[in-house]
Nanobody, 121 residues
Framework: QVQLVESGGGLAQPGGSLRLSCAAS????????MGWYRQAPGKQRESVAI????????TYADSVKGRFTISRDNAKNTVSLQMNSLKPEDTAVYYC??????????????WGQGTQVTISS
């Protein structure tokens, strides 16, 4: 239902910063939850940060709390992830996700192609 395209990944040193962006096709105002997930080699995909359609309610993984900030601009149909104080353990492919539901029925669960983040000295 919605196309998602991530950008902003790359190489950074430990302690550095990166900002990821996710651009959605069409309006995201009706998308209940948008979030960033990541998958490192040999690990399951995990939730990093989620933001609801009120543009304010958020949840973060404990491992990134205090270092990462998710934001959402429904007017621009974008979601961003500001990543500070980066650690080598943050190295992963980062994916943008959109979830839409109505009552108990999930109407959409969309994923972008991912953007590589590598933290190395």
């Amino acid at each position: 239902q919605v196309q998602l395209v991530e950008s902003g990944g790359g190489l950074a040193q430990p302690g550095g910063s990166l900002r990821l962006s996710c651009a959605a096709s069409g309006s995201i105002a009706s998308i209940n939850a948008m979030g960033w997930y990541r998958q490192a080699p040999g690990k399951q995909r995990e939730s990093v940060a989620i933001i609801m359609n009120d543009e304010r309610t958020t949840t973060y993984a404990d491992s990134v709390k205090g270092r990462f900030t998710i934001s959402r601009d429904n007017a621009k149909n974008t979601v961003s992830l500001q990543m500070n104080s980066l650690k080598p353990e943050d190295t992963a492919v980062y994916y943008c996700n959109a979830k839409v539901w109505l009552g108990f029925s999930q109407l959409d669960d969309s994923w972008g192609q991912g953007t590589q983040v590598t933290i190395s000295s």
